[in-house]
Structure formats: C-alpha cells, structure tokens
C-alpha cells in the first residue's frame, strides 16, 4: 500500500501569514499516461465531514477560496494557505488515489492560529 | 448539486450486524464508482471500501475485509455497506463517498454514526 505522510503533525500561523503543509507519499503519485498527479487536499472542522480542496494536486474544487493552493509532483505535495483567516482553523488530510485499493490518507495536519 | 444521505448507524453489541445505506442524488448514480470511509473518535480517516460503478468489482480495506460487503442498487440510487461481527474498533462516523472523474473531485455525505458497546 501507499504510505502517506504528512509534515508538520501541527502549526500555529498567524493571522495573515502563511500556512504550509508537505505530503509525502511512498511512491509517485504521477500517472504518465494523463500527466495527472492522484492527491487530494481536505479540511476539516470539528462536528463537520471532510471538505474537498484540492484534486490533481493543484485543482482548486468549486467554491474553495484562492488563498488555497495545491502544488507538487511525483511523491512531494504541498498545500499553501496564505493571508491565514480564523475559519481556516481545522485538520487537514491529504489522500491518494492513484492505487484502488486502498486510498491511502495521511495522518493530518491540525493547524491553529 | 450532489447529495449524499447516510443513515442505519446506532448502537449495537460486539460480533452484532448493522447496515448502513446512502441515498445518492444530483448526479448519474450509475456511473460513479462508490467508496466508504470511516473515521473513529478523535481519529484520522480510514479508507473501508469501494464498488465500481457497475457493481463488477469490489475492494476493502483490511482492517475490515470478510466482516464487511459494499453493494449498491443503480435503480434506487443507494450504496450500502453489510457490517457483521462487529468490534470496539469499528467504532466511528462512516461516510459515503462519490468517486472522482476528470473533472470534479470526491464528494462526501454527512456521515452516520456507528458505536460498537456492550
């Protein structure tokens, strides 16, 4: 199975700054035929299910503001979050799927102001 | 807009069985592939299974294989998910999940509930 790891388990950013979560996966994520990297990106509040961010690594779902970005390749993605606001307070998972079965999710990344 | 309704959790005693079904619309059922995932109190998220969108193939995670089966019915919308012999473990909010295409992402329900005590 594919290993995912985040880094760091959790951040303190300030309001306005700069939040930067890595993802780490144990084998490329990079399919050679689409030139599609199979990550995803979620928040998650507390009481709340998870909310898609990112897709394809670097996709911004609908309606996720743009201070979200996704960026990376291969076994290396980061998410950015930057002019952090208080409502970006939660956990957040990144997850493969470029191997059925399983889709593999990293352990999380609680980020507080 | 997709939706995604979750119901049948509850309580229930260890090596009992619960199904958990979730009604899907706003979207062409029968063409997404379908997925569990379960997260326990206080947890991260645990990827449970996936049926393809014509129901012709099916995988688990292996924490639950041979106790767990995903089916679904393309004619009523609905996936579920046949828990047996259940354990503490399986204890968490179990969420339904719309599989991805090219262009939009996973879609998630809101969960439902499943606590495992005697």
């Known amino acids: 199975d594919i290993v995912m790891t985040q880094s760091p388990d959790s951040l303190a950013v300030s309001l306005g700054e700069r939040a930067t979560i890595k993802c780490k996966s144990s084998q490329s994520l990079l399919y050679s035929s689409n030139d599609k990297n199979y990550l995803a990106w979620y928040q998650q509040k507390p009481g709340q299910p998870p909310k898609l961010l990112i897709y394809w690594a670097s996709t911004r779902e609908s309606g996720v503001p743009d201070r979200f970005s996704g960026s990376g390749s291969g076994t290396d993605f980061t998410l950015t979050i930057s002019g952090l606001q208080a409502e970006d307070v939660a956990v957040y998972y990144c997850q493969q799927y470029y191997t059925t079965p399983p889709h593999t999710f990293g352990q999380g990344t609680k980020l507080e102001i | 807009q997709v939706q995604l309704v979750e119901s049948g959790g509850g309580v229930v005693q260890p090596g009992s069985s619960l199904r958990l079904s979730c009604e899907a619309s706003g979207f062409t059922f029968s063409r997404y592939g379908m997925h569990w995932v379960r997260q326990a109190p206080g947890k991260g998220l645990e990827w449970v299974a996936v049926i393809w969108a014509d129901g012709s193939k099916r995988y688990y995670g292996d924490s639950v294989k041979g106790r767990f089966s995903i089916s679904r019915d393309n004619f009523r919308g609905t996936l579920y998910l046949q828990l047996n012999n259940v354990r503490a473990d399986d204890t968490a909010m179990y969420y339904c999940?719309?599989?991805?295409?090219?262009?939009?992402?996973?879609?998630w329900g809101q969960g439902t509930l499943v606590t495992v005590s005697s």
């Open positions: 999940v719309k599989s991805y295409d090219d262009n939009e992402g996973f879609s």
